[in-house]
């Protein structure tokens, strides 16, 4: 056999080993991620709050209690989280709001929303229903 085709074959062994590593891992998170959004499911309530104000915030700069923070891994740490202030009842919290539903929204109107801990789920407009924001124009490489 010629060194290229001993390297060739040591290459594809290390790949295939590669992707068996990610598929288990795959699955792995995946089952952590349903098993997640079933205890989320299972505790959400239905709340009456105005939202004052809405930003992506990196979750050190989020105005979260530390006891949230310091549950998030090291390496999430940097990323920007949808956060939303919102007055609930008399009092005012910092609440994480489901990426699919942060552009629906509204600012300084009272909403009707599905709060689980301090993860928002779903939203619901009190007297009327929400508007969608107008689609923006993807550029042709960050379409999905």
Sequence with gaps: MSTLTIVLLVIVVVLAAVLVALYFFGKRAQKKQDESQAQIEQMKQT??????DKK????KESGLPEAAISQVPRLMRRQKVPIAKAKIGREFRNLIVDDKIFDLIPLKKEIKAEVSGL???GVKGIRSNLEKPAEKKRRFFFRR
């Design 119 to 121: 993860y928002i789920v």
């Design 56 to 59: 992506k915030l990196p979750i």
């Design 47 to 52: 709340v009456s709050l105005m939202i004052i």
